[in-house]
């Protein structure tokens, strides 16, 4: 993996700036069109991820300033969270924006933050550069190129399934289907080069776990295409990827952002009583509104909402969070003071065989490669996800330093190679707030789930009402159908719910009313 200097005007799919503030003026000028007159809804956001905070400012610029969003941690950004390292930003969550086009709303803030710089392109290309074994011999970079070429075309032959349908492959998960392909496709190599090109090869499954942080075997490989990419170049952010919150941060009222608020229970319907929804926090205070909007991730859904809403969630919300799957990348970040290799060189990329891989207690196998932090010369980074991540996650950083560094003497054959100064290590599974860091689809997954994970739950005004009016809204990476598992997904999913209340309280001309009047939200402490 390399950093590709480019020039904006190189690329024809890059828009300039004043066109993504065109096109983001475009797709809030709906929301800003709310009678001044009307009375506006007062909303509780759970959350203050990309999708809280989207869905927050969004509803702001319409006029709905009755927000409060009630974060659990002490910080902004859910799964977007940017360290400085020394000189250096440590991305502990997302890292990249995919697409760089006027169809990507992230993009697009980004571009009216003056963040972007133009030598940040990333480019993927796993075909070029040399291979290590476990040994330490390279791989013949011939025999690397063409087998990872070869990886290449069986991905997207795996996401080529959903389009050539159900009966198309016997093989229900990912890694079946992967292991079948390189089992036809070694029989193209010379049998002196064909251990080496299994080990690049199946090594090189470990790049689309840590892509989607999961075991390949948990993943469906009929819906591996399912999810739609925006075009455009990948591009990292230099001052962190937390600088594209700040437009959003800017727009919000400052007393609306409740922090270390950990939601105990949401109370709706005939629950809530005298409100429409209450929220019930483990630190005793409790808060009322017209309308919910839970974002909190499908990790916490899955051990927490059974018990976190009352009433308890219908049998087709219940089924789609169990059966959606969440994964978990672990990415790992080591300081040498001095360093010990010499800048600017590349990537040292691995390829282990088939039992290295299979070994889930070795979380030194899920590594796809070891590569200098972006803009510094002392500080490397791995990654590893799924049952690897789940291991290392359970280490110390003394043991984690000390398993690297007896690998790295391993392989270059070299006891002077030295322990880390300091090692950085993103645990997102081991967090109660996130238990994990995305959304895939499963082996037992479907859209349906997706769909059902999203549909808002209703209730109706009166006692035995016929008509409903949606109350609870679900928003975030897990809920978008085309984009999920990624932060323009997360903020696709919570500016449409902000529309959709926008759009509620210009028909009903204001918040929905409740039969006794008397008892309405003002009744409600906002903060006990």
């Known amino acids: 993996m390399k950093l590709i200097k480019r020039s904006f005007g190189i690329s024809k799919s890059l828009p300039t700036i004043a066109q993504c503030i065109k096109s983001d003026a475009k797709k809030t000028s709906a929301s800003c069109t709310l009678d001044a007159n009307i009375p506006k809804p007062e909303v509780i956001i759970v959350g203050a991820g990309m999708a809280g905070l989207s869905a927050a400012a969004a509803l702001v610029e319409a006029g709905i300033r009755k927000i409060t969003i009630l974060e659990a941690t002490e910080r902004l950004g859910g799964r977007i969270h940017s360290c400085w390292l020394g000189s250096s930003v440590a991305e502990i969550g997302a890292q990249w924006i995919c697409g760089s086009s006027i169809k990507n709303p992230v993009f697009t803030l ?119 990419k925006i075009e455009g170049e990948t591009i990292a952010i230099p001052t962190g990827f937390i600088s594209v919150i700040v437009p959003l941060v800017r727009t919000i009222p400052v007393e609306s952002i409740k922090y270390s608020k950990v939601v105990e229970t949401i109370q709706y319907g005939d629950a809530a009583k005298d409100s429409r929804v209450v929220v019930k926090c483990c630190d005793g205070s409790v808060f009322c509104a017209d309308y919910l909007i839970s974002t909190l991730p499908l990790g916490v859904l899955k051990v927490q909402s059974e018990c976190m809403f009352q009433p308890q969630l219908s049998c087709e919300k219940w089924e789609a969070i169990n059966k959606l799957g ?41 590594m796809c490669c070891l590569e200098e932090l972006a803009g510094s010369n002392n500080i490397l980074m791995a990654t590893v996800a799924g049952p690897h991540a789940e291991n290392v996650e359970t280490l110390n950083e ?57 549909k808002p739950i209703s209730t109706p005004l009166e006692p035995c009402g016929e008509d409903l009016y949606p109350v609870i809204f679900f928003a975030g990476e897990s809920t978008g159908k085309n984009f999920f598992s990624s932060v323009h997904g997360a903020r696709i999913s919570g500016l449409e719910v902000a529309n959709d209340i926008i759009q509620l309280t210009r028909e009903l001309r204001g918040p929905p009313q409740l039969k006794d009047q008397k008892a309405k939200i003002s009744n409600c402490s906002k903060e006990c």
């Open 398 to 454: 003394q043991t984690v330093a000390e398993d690297l560094t007896f690998k790295l003497r391993c392989i270059a054959k070299d006891n002077t190679i030295p322990y880390p100064s300091s090692v950085l290590v993103s645990k997102w599974g081991k967090s109660p707030f996130f238990m994990g860091s995305h959304t895939y689809m499963a082996v037992e997954s479907t859209v349906g789930h997706q769909l059902d994970l999203q």
């Open 110 to 228: 980004a571009c009216q933050e003056g963040v972007l710089d133009p030598n940040c392109m990333i480019k993927h290309d796993f075909t070029k550069g040399s291979f290590l074994l476990s040994n330490g011999k390279q791989v013949d970079e011939r025999v690397a190129y063409q087998a990872a070429l070869t990886f290449n075309d069986i991905k997207y032959q795996a996401a080529s399934l959903l389009a050539l349908g159900e009966s198309a492959i016997s093989q229900e998960n990912l890694m079946d289907f992967f292991a079948m392909r390189i089992k036809q496709e070694l029989r193209n190599f010379p049998s002196h080069q064909s251990e080496a090109a299994a080990s690049i090869m199946y090594s090189l499954t470990n790049h689309v776990a840590n892509r989607w942080g999961a075991d390949l075997s948990c993943m469906s490989s009929q819906l591996f295409g399912h999810y739609n």
């Open 326 to 366: 969440f994964g978990n990348v672990c990415k790992i970040f080591f300081e040498y003071s001095p360093p010990f290799w010499l800048a600017g060189q590349g990537p040292m990329k691995f390829a282990w065989s088939l039992n290295e891989l299979s070994d889930k207690d070795n979380w030194l196998s899920g």
